[in-house]
């Protein structure tokens, strides 16, 4: 706590008014983080109406994600406190709502049910998550665009199997 006292500038006695412990104050951080990827996930699914577009366009949202400098990602995917059920409750609520949003957009478009949808959805959010921590992690050669660009191509023809909801069918 020292130490996060001096880097914000501000007296441990000020620190401890906020956060009484360590781990509330990790839960703001972990929230904040959180926060920020599903604002992420949430943009890219807004971002255009073309579905390959979108596809692509959320991936490369966890690509980003995992790549940002500050490392934020490890705070929600790779934490040692993931034990912890204020934690383990966040991560679990944070990948839920990833997925409901992709779900929502499976669902509009193809008239699937909320739990089909939901299904596909928590495979394309888990395969985006996974695949950029290993890119990053490997320290691959593969830059980020190729690398999502692969990534939305096996997504894309999985998803694109279901046909559009209310498309004419030749």
Same mark, same amino acid.
């Given at each position: 706590?020292?130490?996060?006292?001096?880097?914000?500038?501000?007296?441990?006695?000020?620190?401890?008014?906020?956060?009484?412990?360590?781990?509330?104050?990790?839960?703001?951080?972990?929230?904040?983080?959180?926060?920020? %990827?599903? @604002?992420?996930?949430?943009?890219? =699914? &807004?971002?255009?109406?073309?579905?390959?577009?979108? +596809?692509? *366009?959320?991936?490369?949202?966890?690509?980003?994600?995992?790549?940002?400098?500050?490392?934020?990602?490890?705070?929600?995917?790779?934490?040692?406190?993931?034990?912890?059920?204020?934690?383990?409750?966040?991560?679990?609520?944070?990948?839920?709502?990833?997925?409901?949003?992709?779900?929502?957009?499976?669902?509009?478009?193809?008239? %699937?049910? @909320?739990?089909?949808?939901?299904? =596909? &959805?928590?495979?394309?959010?888990?395969?985006?998550? +996974?695949? *950029?921590?290993?890119?990053?992690?490997?320290?691959?050669?593969?830059?980020?665009?190729?690398?999502?660009?692969?990534?939305?191509?096996?997504?894309?023809?999985?998803?694109?199997?279901?046909?559009?909801?209310?498309?004419?069918?030749?």
């Amino acid at each position: 706590m020292d130490d996060i006292a001096e880097r914000a500038g501000v007296s441990k006695p000020v620190l401890y008014q906020h956060f009484p412990g360590k781990l509330e104050l990790y839960l703001a951080l972990l929230d904040q983080h959180c926060e920020a %990827l599903l @604002q992420a996930v949430r943009t890219a =699914l &807004a971002s255009t109406t073309d579905n390959k577009l979108r +596809v692509a *366009a959320t991936m490369d949202a966890y690509f980003a994600y995992v790549q940002d400098e500050g490392g934020a990602f490890r705070l929600v995917f790779e934490s040692d406190l993931t034990n912890e059920p204020a934690v383990r409750e966040r991560v679990e609520r944070v990948s839920l709502q990833c997925a409901e949003a992709i779900s929502d957009v499976i669902a509009e478009d193809t008239g %699937l049910s @909320q739990d089909e949808s939901m299904l =596909l &959805a928590v495979g394309l959010g888990g395969v985006s998550q +996974v695949v *950029a921590r290993y890119w990053l992690s490997s320290g691959s050669g593969i830059p980020r665009d190729k690398a999502v660009q692969l990534l939305t191509s096996l997504a894309w023809r999985g998803i694109a199997g279901f046909p559009l909801h209310g498309a004419e069918q030749h």
